[in-house]
């Protein structure tokens, strides 16, 4: 069992930064693939970013490529999501998830879940 508890979310202005993270507990963290998702009002949860094991290997959407960068420190049991130059179009849940083994786009494949944070971007 991996809890994972989602933190850093807050209302910014467009153009702002903001960085979210996301601590586990329970078993060995490194054992597991983590992804950031998002669900905004009324739309489907969105895959955003995902990080390896490691961390040696990352994959973006391609809406967030270049302005969001997702890292981890597995001493700290903890996968961060850094977010720059941000749009209205960012205002959502954001989620970090985990799988065993290697990363995916794909929300189902995950199998552990945050509660979520709230991001809000004032145009």
């Known amino acids: 069992q991996v809890q994972l508890v989602e933190s850093g979310g807050g209302l910014v202005q467009a153009g702002g930064s903001l960085r979210l993270s996301c601590a586990a507990s329970?078993?060995?963290?490194?054992?597991?693939?983590v992804a950031w998702f998002r669900q905004a009002p009324g739309k489907e949860r969105e895959f955003v970013a995902a990080?390896?094991?490691?961390?040696?290997?990352?994959i973006y959407a391609t809406a967030v490529k270049g302005r969001f960068t997702i890292s981890r420190d597995n001493a700290k049991n903890t996968v961060y999501l850094q977010m720059i130059s941000l749009k209205a179009e960012d205002t959502a849940v954001y989620y970090c998830?985990?799988?065993?083994?290697?990363?995916?786009?794909?929300?189902?494949?995950?199998?552990?879940w945050g509660q979520g944070t709230q991001v809000t971007v004032s145009s």
């Open positions: 998830a985990a799988k065993g083994n290697y990363y995916s786009i794909v929300a189902s494949l995950y199998d552990y």
């Open positions: 329970g078993r060995t963290f490194s054992q597991d693939s």
């Open positions: 990080i390896s094991r490691g961390g040696g290997s990352t």
